[in-house]
Every structure is written in C-alpha cells, then in structure tokens.
T-cell receptor, first 115, second 119 residues
Framework: DTGVSQDPRHKITKRGQNVTFRCDPI?????LYWYRQTLGQGPEFLTY????????KSRLLSDRFSAERPKGSFSTLEIQRTEQGDSAMYLC?????????????FGNGTRLTVT | AQKITQTQPGMFVQEKEAVTLDCTYD???????LFWYKQPSSGEMIFLIY??????QNATEGRYSLNFQKARKSANLVISASQLGDSAMYFC????????????????FGKGTKLSVIP
C-alpha cells in the first residue's frame, strides 16, 4: 500500500492552455474520486468512478473538464482552455469497494496556477 | 442536499490540553456517515475518525473522539493531550450511507477549522 499518488505536484499554465493531471489510486481500490479545493475552503466534489465507469459528476464539472479511468486503475483529469478561476488544488482520492463507511484516502494533490 | 457548518475559523490550544472542534450538519438522509480529516500544511488530507448515524456509541480513535449528538445534528471532534504536530486544518465531512440507496457517493466538506497548538 503505497498510498494515492498524483502527478504533477504543481502546474503553472497560461490561460487558454490545456492541462492534464494523473492519479494512481491505492491498488485494489475500485472507487476513485476527484475533488477541487480553493484557498480557505474545504474540498468540493467533482466526479466519482467505480472501476472504469464514471457514475457521478458535479455541476462544477463544466464541459471544459473531462475525467477518465480507462482500465479501472489510474485516472486522468483534463481541463481545456484553462481560466484563472481554475486555479486550485486538485485532489484525488480512492476507497475500497466494500463497506459503506470506508474512508477516502487522499493523495497530496496537484496545485494548478493559471496565469 | 447535505451541508456541513464549522463555525470556528481558527482555534488555539495549549500543548497537552484537550480541544473541541465544532461541526454541525444538515441532511434529509436517514442514514449517513460523518468523517473528520486533518490537513497539515503539506496539503495531504488525513482520515482521522468515522461515526455512523446509527452507531450508538461515540467513535474513538487514539487521542481522537467524536462527540455525536444526533438530535442536535452535531459531530464535534475532541482531541485530547494536544501535541505540536496537531497544528493543522481540520475538516468535518459527511455522506449518505452508501447502502441507503441515496445514490450519492460524494463526501461533503465544511470550510474547516485551523488549529494552532501553542508550546
């Protein structure tokens, strides 16, 4: 159990560029989540995968955002045509598929700065 | 919809003393779970403790305990014997019971409380 891994840790991009983040969950965790956290706020839910199926999406996930988990293992989150308002910490989390009270295990996050 | 309220933006506690961080919640779900997470300055969210809405006893985990008062919709975190390493942001969160059929897997967080432990 090496924990949830996110790459990169930091990303600086210019407005209008596309960015992609990667998340590797804890092995054998079939549930994967993406959250966004802005300064002074708690994390906000973006989307949820069970295996490769994207089962839930927040209205925060505009059409510029897309997430995939093609083989039910790692996941990517892409933001197209970035805006300054996209600057935030993007957190990935995973949890096992059994147990209604299973806590989410979070990665260290990817901090995005849009200039 | 679920809502978490943490009314204390910041708290100070003397090392070795106990501290209570407040959390109130609002939900229409009959069955739900409550969580507390710690976020040090490094940014990682660390799971501390869980309480199910139908659990009769308050949850405890080492120096952490959860003071759950269902009728008042509160789930306060108590940290005993504070240590310097406890200085961090603390978030209360909740989600529907995954087996209740509510259909949502999202964990809803409060805005957090920044705890500072004074030597």
């Amino acid at each position: 159990d090496t924990g949830v891994s996110q790459d990169p840790r930091h990303k600086i991009t210019k407005r209008g560029q596309n960015v992609t983040f990667r998340c590797d969950p804890i092995s054998e965790h079939n549930r994967l989540y993406w959250y966004r956290q802005t300064l002074g706020q708690g994390p906000e839910f973006l989307t949820y995968f069970q295996n490769e199926a994207q089962l839930e999406k927040s209205r925060l996930l505009s059409d510029r955002f897309s997430a995939e988990r093609p083989k039910g293992s790692f996941s990517t989150l892409e933001i197209q045509r970035t805006e300054q308002g996209d600057s935030a910490m993007y957190l990935c989390a995973s949890s096992p598929g059994t147990g209604g009270n299973s806590p989410l295990h979070f990665g260290n996050g990817t901090r995005l700065t849009v200039t | 919809a679920q809502k978490i309220t943490q009314t204390q933006p910041g708290m100070f506690v003397q090392e070795k003393e106990a501290v209570t961080l407040d959390c109130t919640y609002d939900t229409s779900d009959q069955s739900y779970g409550l969580f507390w997470y710690k976020q040090p300055s490094s940014g990682e969210m660390i799971f501390l403790i869980y309480q199910g809405s139908y659990d009769e006893q308050n949850a405890t985990e080492g120096r952490y305990s959860l003071n759950f008062q269902k009728a008042r919709k509160s789930a306060n975190l108590v940290i005993s014997a504070s240590q310097l390493g406890d200085s961090a942001m603390y978030f209360c969160a909740m989600r529907p019971d995954l087996y209740s059929g509510a259909g949502s897997y999202q964990l809803t967080f409060g805005k957090g409380t920044k705890l500072s432990v004074i030597p």
